[in-house]
């Protein structure tokens, strides 16, 4: 069974000992840019802590780029922000992950024709 989404946390400093908050099982998680809305991480995995914790650079590369993929733009962590959603199993988090993909593939969809 897929629980609810958490409340929206910004990503923790680990050099001031600060941890991340997520599920230690399966589940779906979101990572996006707080000032601009834009996603930049979607997902689903058997354990969700790990998952977020290999999105964050190594603790002694400060300047390394958050994400390796040179189409995206690079945002700091400290302008990042997550929310995790637990699931009974890792295919449950995989079904509910492509259902909201889905959805929002679909909203996509829906606005451009309008314009």
Same mark, same amino acid.
């Given at each position: 069974?897929?629980?609810?989404? /958490?409340?929206w946390?910004?990503f923790p400093? #680990?050099f !001031?000992? $600060? !941890?991340? $908050? #997520?599920p230690?099982g399966?589940?779906v998680?979101?990572v996006? !840019?707080?000032?601009?809305g834009? &996603? ?9 802590? &790990?998952?977020? /914790?290999?999105?964050?650079p190594?603790? /002694?590369?400060r300047?390394?780029?958050?994400f390796?993929? %040179?189409?995206r733009r ?8 997550y929310?995790?959603? %637990?699931a009974? /199993?890792a295919?449950? #988090?995989r079904l509910? %992950? $492509? &259902?909201?993909?889905g959805q929002?593939q ?5 606005f451009? &024709?309008?314009?």
């Amino acid at each position: 069974m897929i629980g609810r989404w /958490s409340t929206w946390k910004r990503f923790p400093d #680990a050099f !001031h000992g $600060e !941890h991340i $908050e #997520a599920p230690i099982g399966p589940g779906v998680y979101e990572v996006c !840019h707080n000032a601009s809305g834009e &996603q930049v991480a979607f997902g689903y995995a058997a354990n969700v802590a &790990q998952a977020l /914790s290999n999105l964050l650079p190594p603790p /002694s590369k400060r300047g390394w780029p958050f994400f390796r993929r %040179a189409a995206r733009r690079q945002y700091p962590i400290n302008e990042l922000e997550y929310r995790t959603c %637990a699931a009974g /199993s890792a295919n449950e #988090a995989r079904l509910a %992950a $492509e &259902q909201l993909m889905g959805q929002r593939q679909a909203l996509i969809r829906r606005f451009a &024709q309008r314009q």
